[in-house]
């Protein structure tokens, strides 16, 4: 089939490598002049190590990333542990893969120019009507193209494509790639919090393009109605307020000398209820989107592209063939949006009862039998085996060469 595929993230790159490899004829429509990811660092999970997997970028993955084997945050001032998340409380060799977005993106992109997939940019989409026994891709300076048998939209969270739906989060995050400080965990994702109104990270993600030493992503937590406050308020004034919170974290804000080192990140939770029309599939975060609490958008857009695929060799007729990818990606995404919508208030609100109850009720139990696996598997995603429907395994047959290679290690680590 002749394909389009609007946008050019990690699940349209990854649905163009999946479908090129599947024999389709692929385009893909960018909107900048040149392909560029947006975001900070993020955690390759098992599951979407698994589609990469698929796709031959497994091991590129992990040499370039930094291994996680922990989440980890306290409440301040009581110091109480309330979240404590181990990969080992699995069977098997599973882990997470700490990475900067554009580290990934670059991986995919790679392999999309390497596989002679046509990348079209300067192309804003704002529409996709039906015509001529397919469909076509309108653009913002009135041309068109197609028609195709087949548009893939993975213009994300504000797509032109799809019917508005969902809402803002007030919460959002300030982020920024800093070297790598001394003092911190290689292998974990430690936080901080004030309540839920207050909160900071720090996560290993190797050493990104355009660098030559280990890299932190760095968060601060942020309403969004407040950011024109906070650039008011000047740089010296918020690392105040993250030095009483995480006095740790003074070497890393050392590195901080301007604001737009700091980039704001906006979140929307949304679900959108007819996923397929006609010759028209939403995938990733077109079709759902939530907060980053639980660390599953760019693995949910993995296993999104990996589920198109494996539907349309399944399935001839191209709206039967969509229908089916919808089917073996809807459990799953309906729980870890349920999820999202249940935690996301925990850590990031105004709330003062669910932060007293997380430090004082959740924090104590979940270090009881059987809470510690059922929460490494929540952060795996492998809740609702995902993997199983799409003929995949989970990470544990792949060695991790950053789990022995020093090389890998950030530096200052103990």
């Not at 349920?338 to 609100?349: D, E, G, H, K, R």
Request: charged letters at 20%; one cysteine or more.
């Amino acid at each position: 089939m002749l394909i389009a595929i609007a946008g050019c993230g990690i699940a349209g790159l990854a649905s163009a490598l999946l479908l090129a490899r599947e024999g389709h004829r692929i385009v893909m429509f960018e909107r900048f002049e040149t392909p560029r990811p947006l975001g900070s660092g993020l955690i390759i999970q098992p599951t979407g190590l698994a589609v990469l997997r698929q796709m031959g970028l497994d091991r590129a993955t992990i040499a370039a990333g930094s291994r996680i084997d922990r989440l980890f945050g306290k409440a301040i001032p009581s110091g109480k542990t309330v979240l404590d998340v181990r990969y080992a409380a699995l069977k098997g060799d599973e882990h997470g893969i700490g990475i900067h977005r554009a580290t990934l993106f670059a991986l995919l992109y790679d392999a999309a120019r390497a596989a002679g997939i046509t990348i079209e940019t300067g192309r804003t989409v704002i529409d996709a009507p039906v015509q001529d026994g397919g469909r076509r891709l309108a653009f913002g300076d009135g041309r068109s193209d197609g028609p195709f048998d087949l548009i893939i939209d993975t213009l994300g969270t504000y797509s032109p494509l799809a019917p508005p739906t969902g809402r803002e989060l007030a919460y959002g995050a300030l982020w920024a790639s800093l070297p790598w400080p001394d003092g911190f965990d290689g292998h974990a994702l430690e936080q901080r919090y004030v309540r839920s109104n207050k909160m900071a990270g720090v996560l290993p993600i190797g050493t990104p393009p355009g660098t030559n030493t280990p890299q932190a992503a760095f968060f601060w937590s942020l309403r969004a109605d407040r950011l024109q406050a906070w650039r008011d308020g000047g740089l010296e004034r918020w690392k105040d307020d993250v030095r009483d919170l995480w006095p740790e974290t003074s070497g890393l804000l050392e590195t901080i000398t301007a604001p737009d080192q700091l980039t704001f990140a906006r979140y929307a939770h949304r679900t959108l209820m007819q996923p397929v029309t006609d010759r028209l599939i939403h995938i990733g975060d077109s079709w759902h989107s939530t907060s980053p609490q639980l660390g599953q958008g760019a693995n949910m857009a993995l296993l999104d592209a990996c589920a198109l695929a494996t539907a349309l060799r399944r399935h001839r007729n191209v709206n039967e063939a969509t229908a089916a990818a919808i089917a073996l990606r809807h459990r799953h995404v309906q729980i870890y949006q349920a999820m999202s919508l249940l935690f996301t208030p925990v850590y990031q609100s105004d709330s003062t009862i669910l932060p007293f109850l997380r430090d004082w009720v959740a924090g104590p139990l979940s270090r009881l039998w059987p809470a510690p696996a059922l929460l490494a598997t929540i952060v795996t995603g492998l809740i609702g085996a995902p993997l199983r429907a799409l003929d995949l395994q989970a990470s544990r047959s792949t060695a991790s060469p950053s789990s022995s290679s020093s090389s890998s290690r950030p530096a200052g680590m103990a």
